[in-house]
């Protein structure tokens, strides 16, 4: 069953920092992979996806990247902004095709 | 504007009773999905539907029900036999020219707490 696991849980950092959230997956034999971002006690909202044949996908202050073969993908926040903070999720959809299996998120903080 | 619509927002059931959330998408999606959030669990997949008038049992279909008559419209009814229901509830759908490689789009959520 796959496996999907974000590093870390939370993450404070100061406007303006750059930063990294990790999203790990156990199989690599994936379709595609898919950020969101969550309010609370909103809805997920779709930030990239990025399809098992591409490296990476930019929108703009968001670039995520994907390495199948490390069951690896990272999403880049450039100049963080107070209005960043939010839960963002990973998903990934694997063989079976009809679902996407989802991590925890990680919670992030952007302070002013 | 395209969307996924889901009501009510927040419902209130007492034990024993069945329920059901609305999920309606005018985004002419195929693929319909309904997900299960619980603080520090990650979305639990409960029931999807490929095409109108089939849908699959997801990892937690246990006390649920769902139907798909048509495209556009995918309920998820609680039923009494679900063990511990107060959860947050998701609808969702897919886009894209195959079901595989489709982008998932989420509703707004619907929060039911059972008293």
């Known amino acids: 069953k796959q496996e999907v696991t974000q590093i870390p849980a939370a993450l404070s950092v100061p406007e303006g920092e750059n930063l990294v959230l990790n999203c790990s997956f156990t199989d690599s034999a994936i379709y595609n992979l898919q950020w969101f971002r969550q309010d609370p006690g909103k809805g997920l909202t779709s930030l990239l996806l990025i399809q098992s044949s591409q490296r990476e996908q930019t929108s703009g202050r968001l670039n995520a990247s994907l390495d199948k073969s490390s069951g690896r993908s990272t999403l880049y926040i450039a100049a963080s902004q107070p209005g960043d903070s939010a839960t963002y999720l990973c998903a990934v959809r694997g063989n079976s095709g009809y679902a996407l299996n989802f991590g925890k998120g990680t919670s992030l903080l952007v302070t002013p | 504007d395209g969307g996924i619509t889901q009501s009510p927002k927040y419902l209130f059931r007492k034990e024993g009773q069945n329920v059901t959330l609305s999920c309606e998408q005018n985004l002419n999606h195929d693929a319909m999905y309904w997900y299960r959030q619980d603080p520090g669990q990650g979305l639990r997949l409960i029931y999807y539907?490929?095409?109108?008038?089939?849908?699959q049992k997801g990892d937690i279909a246990e006390g649920y029900s769902v139907s798909r008559e048509k495209k556009e419209s995918f309920p998820l009814t609680v039923t009494s036999a679900q063990k511990n229901p107060t959860a947050f509830y998701l609808c969702?759908?897919?886009?894209?020219?195959?079901?595989?490689?489709?982008?998932?789009?989420f509703g707004e959520g619907s929060r039911l707490t059972v008293l």
């Open positions: 969702a759908s897919s886009s894209g020219s195959t079901f595989r490689t489709g982008e998932l789009f």
């Open positions: 539907s490929q095409i109108v008038n089939d849908f």
